[in-house]
């Protein structure tokens, strides 16, 4: 066991990071070199990637740790997502260094992804309604001033309004929601609406129904699920690529382990049938949510908005470890497929990480957007060439990168739990899928190259963040059991 | 006990029967002369210039936004206050103080990131520096 | 008490009453300003219940999580302002339906 302050070490490496920023930039303000900015923003995030892997791999906080009166809690599941979380802040941190050396409000741009990451380790620990919604907030807000970074671009500030606009939609439906909760069980705090929830079920099921259906609403926006989903495309294609990055991976984990656990732990399906039966509402988002996500994917022309919506399909695949929790095949078959859904978002974290910051690099290449854009880098870029193949195979569930593995899990626990036609949708998903993420690979190495492109210099630091991210991809197919315990594990003890 | 919404309905025929009585007596006892200097807007005894609608300095948006976030976190400092002296008695100087002094310690390195990045640093407009020139 | 008098289902009313005119104004208003005026009344009528459902409880969890959701709230706004001044900026007017660039 380890004590009650030293739990929240991972969240507070991330804070204590940002506040330094604040101090740092304080002293010569627009003037701090972007090496030290990235060093410091790496640095928290490394140290809460470290803190919170220790922590989970040691088992220290495998009986769940509350902290604050039950409002937070620390247990394998927030170590897990706190760990994608610090994998992805540094990428993103590292892979900045380049994007982001000749604008203004550098300083700005650091702090703002650290307080974002603070807030999504939070939603991974938030165990009271209150908290889910602050921190959620708390990885919100940034967020949309993060996409409309680039002040003085069209279209990063149309991702960033619209990105705002649903946002703001959706929280107000989210704490509306809450308050409904709120109204017929009487409590925020999970575990007590959980008691209270059979008979508010009872007594009040329009209420309480309208009120999770509404929770359910906000999460869905946080995870850019369908039919909260038309902020995707568009706040990924404006923002900058880093962000995406970011937002794509990081924020969408964090949606998922906060719907996760007021989902399981709040509103235990067995005891809300009565007036809601998320179950269902679930499988209905995760089909509809894969299908639109991959047959959009595969009508575009960019290659930032395809990985864009493919995210919205990835969603989806996420999607089943909830939609599959029918109580067939008992409280083992549930927990593999959510703990299945956990290694996904873990390994989504590293492969779409880095096939964003593969974009970034291109993008500050500057040798444009769409798929005839990419024609023939292979030949002037190979090495991040590869490293672009295996995020893209991988995504497709092909066996090179950890990709393969999750989605295995994922599908087999779908027909473990006796939803098969859940497993049956999202393979034929993954093989459209396959469709559009070997055009880009057509592209980079089939096609002949565009006459007249030069590439002038190879960013170190974007190089290093996306050869990174394919080294981990990789390493993943075999070295994904190494997390398969903790997912395992933490799954089971939410069911 | 009788139905408490009669007072409800009560107040609120008052409440509108007070100034609609005041008005029609007024309008029928007072001699009417209209008279180009009642319309006129008055300004504190100048003589009005331009119209209402002006804009207004960009720079009052940063103080603006400002004030609107430092004034709303006092808001997360009353319920605390309201129960302080209960909570020192029973917890102790420590517990109670110190998450309160953690907050407005990050509150003020905030303040101090936005001071020293020049968000309330008032920039003069060319003609303002010559006014104060003469 | 008023409140003891009061049914707790007009105050459930008045504030799906308040949500329902926010809802209206967000999804009609093509204006950014009006649209961040509405979304403040769907957090207001939220913040109603909790203050009504804090004393129908007789507890005070749900008031003071309707001042973190004021809050909250004001963050917000100043995000939100932000984002519209460089909006105007790019786009020349604050019109939500203006943007649009990025399409398919």
């Known amino acids: ?495 | 006990m009788s139905n408490p919404w009669i007072a409800v309905g009560a107040l609120a025929l008052v409440g509108l029967a007070i100034p609609l009585s005041m008005i029609a007596i007024s309008s029928l006892l007072r001699p009417s002369v209209p008279e180009q200097g009642k319309r006129a807007v008055y300004e504190s005894g100048e003589v009005p210039t331009g119209d209402t609608r002006i804009r207004f300095n960009i720079q009052y948006y940063m103080v603006a936004l400002l004030f609107v976030v430092f004034d709303v976190e006092t808001v997360l400092i009353f319920p605390w206050a309201l129960i302080y002296s209960d909570a020192v008695a029973e917890f102790g100087l420590g517990p109670v103080l110190g998450p309160m002094l953690v907050f407005l310690a990050i509150l003020v390195i905030g303040l101090g990131w936005a001071w020293r990045t020049g968000a309330v640093r008032w920039v003069k407009s060319e003609r303002a520096e010559i006014k104060t020139q003469l | 008490m008023v409140l003891e008098t009061v049914p707790v289902e007009y105050y459930m009313v008045l504030s799906a009453a308040v949500f329902c005119a926010g809802l209206f104004g967000v999804l009609t208003r093509r204006n950014a300003l009006l649209f961040l005026m509405s979304v403040e009344l769907l957090l207001n009528a939220a913040n109603i219940n909790l203050v009504v459902f804090a004393f129908y409880w007789g507890e005070i969890t749900g008031q003071v999580f309707a001042l973190f959701v004021i809050a909250i709230a004001a963050a917000e706004v100043a995000i939100g302002i932000g984002i519209i001044l460089v909006l105007q900026r790019n786009f020349g007017d604050v019109d939500v339906t203006d943007a649009t660039t990025l399409r398919w």
């Not at chain 1, 892979?95 to 939070?122: K, N, Q, W």
């Not at chain 1, 067939?328 to 593999?336: L, N």
């Not at chain 1, 963040?465 to 939410?494: E, M, N």
Request: charged residues 10%.
């Open chain 1, 1 to 495: 066991m380890i004590a009650g302050g030293l739990a929240l070490a991972p969240a507070g490496a991330f804070v204590l990071a940002a506040l330094a920023l604040f101090v740092i930039d304080a002293f010569s303000p627009g003037k701090t070199s972007g090496g030290v900015l990235a060093g410091v923003s790496a640095f928290g995030a490394v140290g809460a990637l470290a803190a919170s892997g220790v922590f989970l791999l040691s088992g220290a906080a495998s009986g769940g740790i509350e902290l604050f009166g039950g409002q937070l809690v620390v247990d394998g599941m927030s170590l897990l997502f706190t760990f994608i979380f610090g994998s992805v802040t540094a990428l993103v941190a590292v892979a900045s260094f380049d994007y982001v050396r000749e604008m203004p409000h550098r300083a700005e741009y650091y702090m703002l992804i650290l307080l974002a990451a603070t807030g999504m380790s939070l939603m991974a620990s938030a165990n009271s309604l209150a908290v889910a919604f602050v921190s959620l907030e708390l990885a919100s807000l940034p967020s949309y001033a993060l996409v409309a970074y680039l002040k003085g671009n069209r279209g990063s500030v149309e991702g960033g309004l619209k990105y705002f606009l649903i946002g703001a939609l959706s929280s107000a439906i989210l704490v509306y929601g809450i308050s409904l909760v709120y109204a017929s069980t009487g409590s925020l705090l999970l575990s007590d609406v959980a008691d209270a929830a059979g008979e508010a079920a009872a007594t009040y099921p329009g209420v309480f129904g309208t009120g999770v259906l509404m929770i359910i609403g906000g999460l869905a926006f946080k995870t850019a699920s369908v039919p909260f989903h038309f902020w995707a495309p568009d706040a990924y294609e404006g923002a900058p690529a880093p962000v995406s990055a970011f937002l794509s991976s990081a924020s969408k984990a964090a949606g998922f382990v906060l719907a996760f656990r007021i989902l399981l732990v709040g509103f235990p399906i067995q005891s809300v049938v009565g007036a809601i039966d998320w179950v269902l509402v679930f499988q209905i988002l995760a089909v509809l949510t894969m299908t639109i996500g991959n047959f959009a994917a595969a009508t575009q022309e960019r290659v930032k908005r395809m990985l864009a919506y493919s995210s919205i399909g990835h969603a989806g695949y996420v999607l089943i470890g909830l939609a599959a929790l029918t109580g067939v095949g008992g409280a083992s078959a549930g927990a593999t497929v959510l703990g299945a859904s956990m290694l996904h978002l873990l390994v989504y974290g590293f492969m779409n990480t880095g096939a964003f910051l593969f974009v970034a690099l291109v993008e500050h290449w500057e040798i444009g957007r769409t798929f005839e854009d990419y024609n023939g880098l292979a030949r002037q870029a190979p090495l991040a060439c590869v490293a672009m193949t295996v995020f893209m195979f991988s995504l497709a569930g092909l066996p090179v990168g950890g990709g393969f593995v999750s989605k295995y899990y994922l599908f087999a626990g779908a027909v473990g739990a006796g939803v098969w036609w859940l497993a049956l949708v999202g393979a034929i998903n993954s093989a459209l899928s396959l469709y559009y993420y070997s055009r880009v690979v057509k592209a980079m190495w089939i096609e002949e190259p565009i006459e007249g492109r030069t590439i002038a210099h190879y960013p170190t630091a974007l190089y290093a963040a996306v050869l990174t991210a394919a080294v981990v991809t990789v390493f993943l197919l075999p070295g994904l059991v190494v997390f398969d315990g903790a997912a395992f594990d933490a799954a089971a003890a939410l069911l």
